[in-house]
C-alpha cells in the first residue's frame, strides 16, 4: 500500500488568488496523477507525469498546471483561483506498467 | 474514444446477499482491469485487480474478466451495510480508463 500525502485537507479563499496543492508519496513511484471529481461524479484526470521533468495534461481541460523536480512530489498550481475550480482535487500515484493507482486522501477546494 | 461503462444505479440488496457489479470496456488492448471503493467524501481504495480471464477471489470478493466478451464484474458476498458505497471499474492499456461508478446500497 502506497503512502501517499496531500496538504491542506480543506481550503477556503477568495476569487483571484493563487493556490498550489500539494502531493507527496514515499514509495519511490514513478507516475503521478492529478483528479477532480465533483461529489457524486465521475473521476476527470487533469495532468499526469511519467517521470521526473515529465508532465502531460488529461482528458479534462483545466486551468492548473504541475510540475514534477522531484520523484516523490507533484504540486498542482492554479494561478487565479475562481468559483468554477470548487471541487476534491485527488492525487494518485502507481509503478510500473500494472497501474495500480494509490490515492491520497484529497484536498476538498472551495472558491468564493 | 475509449471507455468502460457501468450502470450508475442505484443498486440495492439486502443484507446477506450477494451484490452483482458488472463493467464492460471498449479498448480490446486492455490488459488490467481494477474495482476500487468510494466512501462518499472520500478517496477510492483498491478493492482488487484481474488481469486474466475467470474468476480471482479474496475474501468476500470475487472479481471476473471475460475478455472475449469485455466485461468485468465484482461480487460482493454476505453483503454488509459497511460495503455501501461508489464502485469504480477501471481498464488500463498502458493508461487507466475509468468508469463512472455503481452507487450500491446495503439494506440492513
Known amino acids: 500500500e502506497a503512502d501517499i500525502y496531500q496538504t491542506p485537507r480543506y481550503l477556503v479563499i477568495g476569487t483571484g488568488k493563487k493556490i498550489t496543492l500539494e502531493c507527496s508519496q514515499t514509495m519511490g513511484h514513478d507516475k503521478m496523477y492529478w483528479y477532480q471529481q465533483d461529489p457524486g461524479m465521475e473521476l476527470h484526470l487533469i495532468h499526469y507525469s511519467y517521470g521526473v521533468n515529465s508532465t502531460e495534461k488529461g482528458d479534462l481541460s483545466s486551468e492548473s498546471t504541475v510540475s514534477r523536480i522531484r520523484t516523490e512530489h507533484f504540486p498542482l498550481t492554479l494561478e487565479s483561483a475562481r468559483p468554477s475550480h470548487t471541487s476534491q482535487y485527488l492525487c494518485?500515484?502507481?509503478?510500473?506498467?500494472?497501474?495500480?493507482?494509490?490515492f491520497g486522501p484529497g484536498t476538498r477546494l472551495t472558491v468564493l | 474514444q475509449k471507455e468502460v461503462e457501468q450502470n450508475s444505479g442505484p443498486l440495492s440488496v439486502p443484507e446477506g446477499a450477494i451484490a452483482s457489479l458488472n463493467c464492460t470496456y471498449s479498448d480490446r488492448g486492455s490488459q488490467s482491469f481494477f474495482w476500487y471503493r468510494q466512501y462518499s467524501g472520500k478517496s477510492p481504495e483498491l478493492i482488487m485487480s484481474?488481469?486474466s480471464n475467470g474468476d480471482k477471489e479474496d475474501g468476500r470478493f470475487t472479481a471476473q474478466l471475460n475478455k472475449a466478451s469485455q466485461y468485468v464484474s465484482l461480487l460482493i458476498r454476505d453483503s454488509q451495510p459497511s460495503d455501501s458505497a461508489t464502485y469504480l471499474c477501471?481498464?488500463?492499456?498502458?493508461?487507466?480508463?475509468w468508469g463512472a461508478g455503481t452507487k450500491l446500497i446495503i439494506k440492513p
Open positions: 484481474i488481469y
Open positions: 477501471a481498464g488500463s492499456n498502458y493508461q487507466l480508463i
Open positions: 494518485a500515484s502507481s509503478q510500473g506498467i500494472t497501474d495500480t493507482q494509490y
